[in-house]
């Protein structure tokens, strides 16, 4: 019942979508199915249903090339699957100028890593993060004085620094990063607050691109 009753809200959705929005923006559609897609950025996000990509950058269809999967994991370069496919096709094909790892707070799959025992029966999901379980170390390392939800926000930052060390262990992003062709950056979109943190190498820290109250910038601060 719950299904059915949410697939008709889907499809007055589709309605809407092509009442409004697409007969606006008909031209630009248009133009996408004539000349294809030229995205600069390839922007990495969790599956959580709260990040929306589009919405929270204010961007267009065919402005970002989005690869979602739990936890904006980037498998190192020798586990080859679909999100390495993702990055090589955007690298190397569609030639985007940016590459952005995009997390966010209250993300399950970075609580799951700090309590593994949650994900025990789900053997995808366990083997899949398994990529990811050195921010488990880190964590108990550096962080074992905070409190449960700012161990797992603490997590979602070292996660993303962790997968842009992985995805410089691609040979053909290392190649495009080293010629400047190319520029890789951390986000941490706060669900609560709609503020989105970017990572900044020269502090260390990530610190609020913007708020969307116009509040001064903050810091999330991290342990090295
Ligand atoms: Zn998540």
């Not at 025990?120 to 990529?131: C, P």
Request: glycine residues 8%.
């Amino acid at each position: 019942m719950r299904a059915s009753l949410m697939m008709e809200k889907l499809v007055k959705g589709i309605h809407s979508f092509q009442k409004h929005f697409f007969t606006k923006h008909q031209e630009l559609f248009e133009q996408l199915a004539s000349r294809g897609q030229n995205p600069e950025t390839l922007f990495v996000t969790c599956s959580d249903s709260r990040v929306d990509p589009n919405l929270i950058t204010n961007s267009r269809p065919g402005d970002l090339f989005i690869v979602r999967n739990v936890g904006n994991v980037i498998p190192r370069p020798d586990l080859p699957g679909g999100t390495a496919a993702a990055v090589e096709y955007a690298v190397e094909v569609l030639g985007v100028k940016d590459i952005i790892v995009c997390g966010h707070t209250q993300c399950g799959a970075m609580a799951s890593i700090l309590q593994p025992e949650k994900m025990a029966s789900l053997q995808y999901v366990k083997r899949w993060l398994a990529q990811t379980e050195g921010v488990r170390n880190i964590i108990q390392t550096r962080y074992g004085h905070l409190p449960g939800d700012a161990k797992v926000t603490a997590a979602v930052a070292e996660n993303v620094l962790m997968q842009l060390e992985h995805l410089r262990a691609y040979p053909f992003v290392a190649e495009k990063l080293d010629a400047g062709k190319l520029h890789i950056a951390g986000w941490i979109f706060e669900i609560g607050t709609g503020a989105i943190h970017g990572f900044d190498p020269d502090t260390g820290e990530f610190t609020a691109i913007s708020s969307a109250d116009g509040a001064a910038a903050e810091t999330m601060h991290r342990q090295e």
